[in-house]
C-alpha cells in the first residue's frame, strides 16, 4: 500500500515540476524553512515574532518559531499562511494543534514547529524563558520588492 502512495506522490511531484518548468517557474527559493515561516508571519501581520535554534539543545526539531496574533481568526490566518507557503516547498505539517480554539496553534513540520499564540497564552507558557538554552536567530531585514 505504501508503495503505491508513494508511487502516486512521486508522480505528482514529476506533474508538478514540468508544470513549473513550462511555465518557467525555474527560481529555486534557498531560503531556510524558518524564514519562509517567519515571512507568512509577516504577511498576515503577526508581531514579536522569535526564532529559535535548539539545534544544540534537543534532538527532536532544529527549529522554533514564535509569534503573536492579536485574535483568533488572525492566528489562524497566520497559522494557514505558514502552512500555504511551506507546502509549496514541499514541507507538510505532520501535526498542527489547537487551531480550532485559535488560541495557540502548533505546526510540527519536523525540522521547524511553529508556534502561533495570542498574547495572553504566550506570557502563560513562556517558551522563551522554557527554551532559553536555544540560541535566538537574528531575522533578517526583507528586502525592499523591486
Known amino acids: 500500500m505504501e508503495t503505491q502512495q508513494d508511487d502516486q506522490l512521486q508522480d505528482q511531484l514529476e506533474l508538478e515540476t514540468a508544470t513549473q ?11 531556510p524553512n524558518w524564514l519562509v515561516a517567519v ?71 519536523l525540522d521547524l514547529i511553529v508556534h502561533v499564540f495570542n498574547e495572553k497564552t504566550r506570557e502563560f507558557y513562556d517558551l522563551d524563558r522554557l527554551w532559553r538554552d536555544g540560541k535566538e536567530v537574528e531575522i533578517p531585514v526583507e528586502a525592499p520588492a523591486a
Open 39 to 109: 515571512r507568512a508571519a509577516e504577511d498576515k501581520k503577526a508581531t514579536n515574532i522569535k526564532v529559535l535554534d535548539l539545534r544544540e539543545v534537543t534532538s527532536f526539531t532544529d527549529f522554533f518559531v514564535i509569534c503573536n496574533g492579536s485574535n483568533p481568526k488572525q492566528i489562524q490566518a497566520i497559522s494557514d499562511e505558514i502552512q500555504m507557503q511551506l507546502k509549496e516547498r514541499r514541507e507538510y505539517a505532520s501535526g498542527i494543534e489547537g487551531y480550532e480554539t485559535g488560541e495557540w496553534v502548533l505546526g510540527d513540520y
Open 21 to 31: 518548468l513550462e511555465l518557467g517557474e525555474t527560481e529555486i527559493d534557498e531560503r
